[in-house]
T-cell receptor, first 116, second 114 residues
Framework: AQKVTQAQTEISVVEKEDVTLDCVYE???????LFWYKQPPSGELVFLIR??????QNEISGRYSWNFQKSTSSFNFTITASQVVDSAVYFC?????????????FGTGTQLKVEL | DGGITQSPKYLFRKEGQNVTLSCEQN?????MYWYRQDPGQGLRLIYY???????QKGDIAEGYSVSREKKESFPLTVTSAQKNPTAFYLC?????????????FGDGTRLSIL
């Protein structure tokens, strides 16, 4: 299986700090997608963003931004001016193209704690 | 509101017992998935279904079974053969079984052994 690595297990920041969550992926595909999900304490996974390998432009959505770099196989996620409500586990994921179109492989997640 | 409903929220299993976790969606999605999450780990795929009356094993299917008799329903049975069932189980769906489609998740069922 092509792995997704989130090396940061846990990050703690003080409210209003910026924070970047790292994601490195393996791929043998020329075309692929990447996803970020948020898992708040309540447990459900919330879809944040989808990226395809053809589009290397960085994306910004409010306080969230994503930096996709094919050269380093990374898809990092930055929260600007973090808030307590951002506290959650964040997962990076990619679907396996080989053998089945949408079997997601997840990283192990990064627990983000934002404190006052 | 459209979404995915999982029930129950908490479930307890006695030794030797089979239990069934419910997953219903009203998003009109073709594909549905079951994942298992253990503490400090990512999600692992148990089973998935691309379309009604079809399902395929994921990475950790042993000790589990599923059915897909209706488009909106994809129940998961944890059998007595699953020796370590304590985990958080998440159901998901996507419009099609394609890598471009984001998966949408339910609130999960937490299963414990009595």
């Amino acid at each position: 299986a092509q792995k997704v690595t989130q090396a940061q297990t846990e990050i703690s920041v003080v409210e209003k700090e910026d924070v970047t969550l790292d994601c490195v992926y393996e791929t043998r595909d020329t075309t692929y997608y990447l996803f970020w999900y948020k898992q708040p304490p309540s447990g459900e996974l919330v879809f944040l963003i989808r990226r395809n390998s053809f589009d290397e432009q960085n994306e910004i959505s409010g306080r969230y931004s994503w930096n996709f770099q094919k050269s380093t196989s990374s898809f990092n996620f930055t929260i600007t001016a973090s808030q307590v409500v951002d506290s959650a586990v964040y997962f990076c994921a990619r679907p396996s193209i080989t053998g089945g179109g949408n079997k997601l492989t997840f990283g192990t997640g990064t627990q983000l704690k934002v404190e006052l | 509101d459209g979404g995915i409903t999982q029930s129950p929220k908490y479930l307890f299993r006695k030794e030797g017992q089979n239990v069934t976790l419910s997953c219903e969606q009203n998003l009109n999605h073709d594909a549905m998935y079951w994942y298992r999450q253990d503490p400090g780990q990512g999600l692992r795929l148990i089973y998935y279904s691309q379309i009604v009356n079809d399902f395929q094993k994921g990475d950790i299917a042993e000790g589990y079974s599923v059915s897909r008799e209706k488009k909106e329903s994809f129940p998961l049975t944890v059998t007595s053969a699953q020796k370590n069932p304590t985990a958080f189980y998440l159901c998901a769906s996507s419009l099609r079984h394609l890598g471009s489609q984001p998966q949408h998740f339910g609130d999960g069922t937490r299963l414990s052994i009595l």
